[in-house]
Each structure stands twice: as structure tokens, then as C-alpha cells.
Nanobody, 123 residues
Framework: QVHLVESGGALVQAGDSLTLSCAAS????????MGWFRQPPGKEREFVAA????????YLADSVKGRFTISRDNAKNTGYLQMNSLKPEDTAVYYC????????????????WGRGTQVTVAS
């Protein structure tokens, strides 16, 4: 079993930067791809970014390309989402997920999910 805890969410201004962290318990963190998803208010949860188990391959949603960067440190069992040039439409609860074989936007491919961290971007 893997337990994921997101942190770093905050209320920020448009144009600001923020880094989210996802700390994982258990020994399997480095074995699987990791993803970040978000759920804007009143909307369905959507894909943001994913990274391979070794960190060498990443996949980002078009809406965040050029602004967000996903990374991981397997020695620390932690994943990161660096968010730059934040926009009000980035406001959402952000979730990390683990368990996919490859970086993917398919939510059902991930076995483990965190409880989320709130990011609010004021205009």
C-alpha cells in the first residue's frame, strides 16, 4: 500500500509561481509513473502532468505546457509540480497519483491517490 500526501497549495496572485510536493510512503514509489491531476470548482478532475518512474520522460497537458514542470526525487520518495505564470483558471484542488506503468493522462491507470491540496489564483 502507498500513501500519498500533497502539500504546497496556497492562495497566490496571477503571474506568481508555486511548487507542489507529493510525499509517498512505501517502497514502491520509484517503480511507477506518477501523475498530477486537478479538479477546478464545479468541474471534473482533469490531467495536468505525468512522469515516468525514472524521471526521464514527462507528459503535460496542453493547457500547462511551457508553464508547469513535473519532476521527482526517488531517493526522497517525493514528486513535484513546479507551476509558473499561474492564471485564475489554474484554480483547483491538485491531486498526485501513482501506479501507472507509463506516464499517462488516463486516471484509471493510477492505483494510488492523495487527498489533494488547494491552489487558488486570484486575478
Amino acid at each position: 500500500q502507498v500513501h500519498l500526501v500533497e502539500s504546497g497549495g496556497a492562495l497566490v496572485q496571477a503571474g506568481d509561481s508555486l511548487t507542489l510536493s507529493c510525499a509517498a510512503s512505501g517502497r514502491t514509489f520509484s517503480s511507477y509513473a506518477m501523475g498530477w491531476f486537478r479538479q477546478p470548482p464545479g468541474k471534473e478532475r482533469e490531467f495536468v502532468a505525468a512522469i515516468s518512474w525514472h524521471g526521464g520522460s514527462t507528459y503535460l497537458a496542453d493547457s500547462v505546457k511551457g508553464r508547469f514542470t513535473i519532476s521527482r526525487d526517488n531517493a526522497k520518495n517525493t514528486g513535484y509540480l513546479q507551476m509558473n505564470s499561474l492564471k485564475p483558471e489554474d484554480t483547483a484542488v491538485y491531486y498526485c497519483a501513482l501506479g501507472a506503468e507509463v506516464p499517462t493522462s488516463t486516471q484509471s491507470s493510477y492505483d494510488f491517490w492523495g487527498r489533494g491540496t488547494q491552489v487558488t489564483v486570484a486575478s
